[in-house]
């Protein structure tokens, strides 16, 4: 390639870019043709893919100081028991497995904690333990499966005005009535005037309080439930990730207008305003505030994710299901590139077989390959990718020589990709054009990019690595070639 501009359009998605000084591309090598599909069905798999992995996850196996994971137990989760005598009989069951687990745990390692327990659809311990003990825990006969806990996100976009009242729908008298929807997220504003609270500021200070540690967020003071908002639990309080997960009664979301300095949420009211606020799409439907993302930040808990899923098979925690919700709502998503959570996927398909759907969001990081991830990645989920906003346009790249290969592609950026704000045209130049540092991963000379766009292929170092080099040689951008 002798020419290549980048542009910001829209485009077919179609390659892997990376960014760095100014931005970041990476075309499809024009030598390998792009497969051919003629029917949807060309693209099911088979046969499911099993990612499920028993003992200890290879990613803890080196790691060391003191780490958050799921420790996973033999005996079978308490909602999965064929009738609620039975249920109730294996939850105890359950809790006596887990407290022997736990004291092991703490006997091996002292230091350990224990940060949740879930006995309904999953039967695990979460718990921030010494990695250098996660070996020895692991050969015990009563833990099949130790994995990280993974960590989410929110994503409040410009999606929320683009979704109202389906009045169709509505009009056709399906109002989600008799439906119960739990949303976990970062809780519900459940005085606001969507869900028929009074709506006023006084009546939000009234529930929430004044900040982020008022005691009033963390009781009902007789204000929750609602007759819209029927019930709900905080499974992480208003201090974490600055601080420990503190669980507490009042599933509040906290509001930025009104609270302001630290508070970070809006999102989970949102969402339930888009199900089941007056003008959503369901506003019939009972809902469920879960609260299971930080009210400081974009963060959702892993083992709050955990906790919610299970609270929402068994709210009245008695421990069986007939009381579970019908839908679990997740719209938060794993970070790009974090690692299949098994643990969550388990409990999700466990959900379902009790009879909860959870509907989750495909992903948060937009435009990027492989990108549905965890909790919408497990088997039985009904995963939801939005199709377009105003802001979805795609960066692209247009190869301009040699003539064989010219034309339009479609680029993909990292979420740390520098804005690409004008085109950027230049020559082409592979490794260090003299067919060597093909991969990147070593140090070009100081300079010795100047003006070029630096082509190198994947493997042996991280993108990061090879986009650091190429902008300490002066290069304009890099691009990392997906095949």
């Given at each position: 390639m002798k020419g290549l501009q980048f542009f910001g359009r829209w485009v077919i998605a179609a390659l892997f870019i990376i960014g760095l000084g100014f931005s970041t591309i990476s075309p499809a090598r024009a030598d390998v043709p792009l497969p051919s599909f003629t029917r949807a069905d060309d693209l099911l798999l088979q046969t499911p893919a099993e990612a499920e992995f028993?003992?200890?996850?290879?990613?803890?196996?080196?790691?060391?100081?003191?780490?958050?994971?799921?420790?996973?137990?033999?005996?079978?989760?308490?909602?999965?028991?064929?009738?609620?005598?039975?249920?109730?009989?294996?939850?105890?069951?359950?809790d006596a497995q887990q407290n022997e687990v736990i004291d092991l745990v703490k006997a091996i390692d002292p230091g350990a904690t224990v940060l949740g327990r879930t006995r309904m659809v999953l039967n695990a311990v979460m718990?921030?333990?010494?990695?250098?003990?996660?070996?020895?825990?692991?050969?015990?006969?009563?833990?099949?499966?130790?994995?990280?806990?993974?960590?989410?996100?929110?994503?409040?976009?410009?999606?929320?005005?683009y979704i109202g009242a389906t009045t169709p729908v509505q009009a056709a008298g399906y109002g989600g009535r008799d439906v119960r929807v739990a949303v976990l997220d970062s809780g519900i504003d459940y005085t606001h005037e969507a869900f028929g609270g009074p709506g006023t500021l006084q009546a939000y200070l009234d529930a929430y309080g004044i900040s982020t540690n008022d005691p009033k967020n963390t009781t009902r003071d007789?204000?929750?439930?609602?007759?819209?908002?029927?019930?709900?639990?905080?499974?992480?309080?208003?201090?974490?990730?600055?601080?420990?997960?503190?669980?507490?009664?009042?599933?509040?979301?906290?509001?930025?207008?009104?609270?302001?300095?630290?508070?970070?949420?809006?999102?989970?009211?949102?969402?339930?305003?888009i199900i089941g606020g007056k003008k959503g799409?369901?506003?019939?439907?009972?809902?469920?505030?879960?609260?299971?993302?930080?009210?400081?930040?974009?963060?959702?808990?892993?083992?709050?994710?955990?906790?919610?899923?299970?609270?929402?098979?068994?709210p009245d925690q008695n421990g069986d299901t007939t009381d579970h919700v019908d839908i679990i709502n997740m719209s938060l998503g794993a970070l790009y590139g974090q690692n299949y959570d098994n643990a969550t996927a388990i409990a999700v398909d466990n959900a379902t077989a009790i009879g909860v759907l959870t509907v989750s969001s495909a992903g948060n990081s937009a435009d990027?390959?492989?990108?549905?991830?965890?909790?919408?990645?497990?088997?039985?989920?009904?995963?939801?990718?939005?199709?377009?906003?105003?802001?979805?346009?795609?960066?692209?790249?247009e190869v301009l020589?040699?003539?064989?290969?010219?034309?339009?592609?479609?680029?993909?950026?990292?979420?740390?990709?520098?804005?690409?704000?004008?085109?950027?045209?230049?020559?082409?130049?592979?490794?260090?054009?003299?067919?060597?540092?093909?991969?990147?991963?070593?140090?070009?000379?100081?300079?010795?990019?100047?003006?070029?766009?630096?082509?190198?292929?994947?493997?042996?170092?991280?993108?990061?690595?090879?986009?650091?080099?190429?902008?300490?040689?002066?290069?304009?951008?890099?691009?990392?070639?997906?095949?």
């Open positions: 028993l003992g200890l996850d290879p990613g803890l196996a080196a790691q060391a100081g003191y780490r958050q994971v799921v420790i996973r137990l033999s005996a079978a989760p308490a909602g999965l028991a064929s009738d609620p005598a039975s249920q109730r009989r294996q939850a105890a069951a359950v718990m921030e333990v010494d990695a250098t003990k996660l070996a020895e825990i692991v050969r015990d006969a009563r833990v099949i499966a130790i994995n990280p806990v993974g960590l989410y996100e929110v994503d409040l976009s410009e999606t929320v005005p007789g204000l929750f439930p609602t007759a819209r908002v029927v019930d709900g639990y905080d499974f992480v309080g208003e201090v974490w990730p600055n601080g420990p997960l503190a669980p507490d009664e009042d599933p509040i979301d906290c509001g930025p207008a009104a609270i302001g300095g630290l508070c970070a949420g809006g999102h989970g009211t949102h969402v339930a305003d799409v369901a506003p019939e439907v009972s809902l469920y505030a879960v609260k299971v993302c930080s009210a400081v930040s974009s963060s959702c808990s892993g083992v709050a994710i955990l906790q919610g899923i299970d609270w929402s098979v068994d990027k390959p492989y990108i549905v991830g965890t909790p919408s990645g497990a088997r039985t989920a009904l995963s939801v990718a939005q199709t377009e906003v105003p802001s979805a346009a795609l960066q692209g790249l020589t040699p003539p064989a290969i010219a034309g339009t592609y479609g680029a993909v950026f990292q979420p740390w990709s520098a804005p690409l704000t004008a085109v950027i045209e230049a020559p082409v130049q592979y490794g260090d054009g003299a067919g060597g540092n093909l991969l990147g991963c070593s140090a070009f000379a100081p300079g010795s990019l100047a003006g070029k766009i630096v082509l190198v292929d994947r493997g042996a170092c991280g993108f990061s690595v090879k986009i650091s080099n190429i902008a300490a040689g002066g290069g304009l951008a890099g691009i990392i070639g997906l095949v």
